[in-house]
């Protein structure tokens, strides 16, 4: 099962409103 | 990998910020280096953070450590204690287990005022646990 990631941080904010869970941002760097 | 994704879609909502293309975020979010995770309630109220790569189950241990923190963060005593006692229990082994012990304890206090609660779990942190940070904070209970 792959992680399906929130396109936006809003929409991941939405999401967790929607389902009583908290939001998680991975912040990362390519390298 | 696989169990790992299943805590994240099972847990929270996420979103992947590159620090060089959201530099607003990783301003406003004070980021150091990354990766780092960051656990926000729905309002964007941060409610937990960690710097760097783990293993799965220290990962998962992580996510459900700020599920707990969240719950205590609203007042919501019972839940929170809920959620230490499941971390202690089903990540017994990682980092996240032994501020669990602990922290059921100050759940119960601010639930029933009892302070004895607090002194009863950081004892059984502290003999549990001797040699991780948790347990040395609360070796003078022993």
């Known amino acids: 099962m792959p992680i399906t990631w929130e396109s936006s941080l809003d929409s991941a904010l939405a999401k967790a409103r929607e389902s009583g869970r908290l939001a998680m941002i991975q912040f990362h760097s390519p390298h | ?142």
């Open chain 2, 1 to 142: 990998m696989e169990a790992v994704a299943e805590e994240v879609g099972t847990n929270v909502a996420p979103f992947r910020a590159n620090v060089l293309t959201e530099r607003e975020l990783s301003k406003r979010f004070r980021i150091p280096w990354t990766p780092t995770f960051v656990f926000l309630d729905g309002e964007g109220l941060e409610h937990h953070r960690f710097i760097g790569f783990l293993p799965p189950d220290e990962f998962a241990a992580q996510i459900h450590l700020a599920g707990a923190r969240a719950a205590f963060n609203r007042g919501a005593w019972e839940e929170s204690a809920r959620r230490y006692a499941q971390i202690a229990e089903k990540f017994p082994e990682t980092d996240a287990a032994p501020e669990s012990v602990y922290w059921i304890g100050v759940c119960d206090f601010k639930r029933t005022k009892n302070v004895e609660r607090i002194y009863e779990q950081g004892r059984e942190t502290a003999k549990r646990y001797p040699n991780h940070i948790w347990g040395k904070k609360l070796s003078f209970l022993k």
